[in-house]
């Protein structure tokens, strides 16, 4: 939650990094992980990952999580927005009723390890990077990240949404507050 004493562009997202296959000494990917992202709409981006505004349907498209589906199925297919963002890097636009409603993002899941995870929010959509530019970083016990070593489901308003006059807004004035709740839930 937030307040303001001056108007203030605010949108504010969790970057945790997730891969349910553990991090071990010989780290796996999350390209074997199987996720479902619970709408038919993303946002394309331009060659600098920024939205371009438009809204687009996932269907027969390498970004189509609308039915579970392996990461790493088509994250090489040659396809232009893949090849902007070196893979997912893209805001899916979430179905709900009521803004202040818990819903139903993601669904991401091993395959063999039997490790779910949902993540629900109140936000109106969910940002998902697939660790496109990890390399080189030093994690638990000293072991490097590699790309798509672990991923990451944003719950945020769409990026650039000041720009974007049609997408909802992201000002929030003095005396209004701001509140978002987002659940990872492992099962």
Do not use: W
């Amino acid at each position: 939650s937030a307040t303001t004493g001056k108007p203030t562009v605010l949108n504010l997202t969790q970057h945790s990094y997730f891969n349910l296959g553990g991090y071990t000494k010989r780290p796996e990917t999350i390209l074997d992980h199987n996720l479902t992202i619970h709408t038919n709409f993303f946002l394309p981006v331009n060659n600098n990952v920024i939205p371009t505004g438009e809204t687009a349907l996932v269907l027969n498209t390498p970004l189509d999580f609308s039915k579970p589906f392996k990461i790493g199925e088509r994250i090489f297919d040659n396809d232009q927005q893949l090849k902007y963002g070196n893979g997912y890097d893209h805001s899916y636009v979430l179905k709900k009723e009521n803004s202040n409603d818990l819903h139903l993002a993601a669904t991401l899941e091993h395959p063999t390890r039997h490790i779910n995870m949902q993540t629900f929010t109140t936000e109106p959509s969910v940002h998902f990077y697939s660790g496109n530019f990890l390399n080189g970083g030093v994690g638990k016990n000293g072991v490097p990240f590699k790309v798509h070593a672990a991923l990451c489901l944003e719950t945020q308003h769409a990026g650039d949404s000041p720009n974007k006059p049609h997408f909802p807004s992201t000002l929030l004035e003095p005396g209004e507050q701001f509140s978002s709740t987002t659940v990872y839930k492992f099962y």
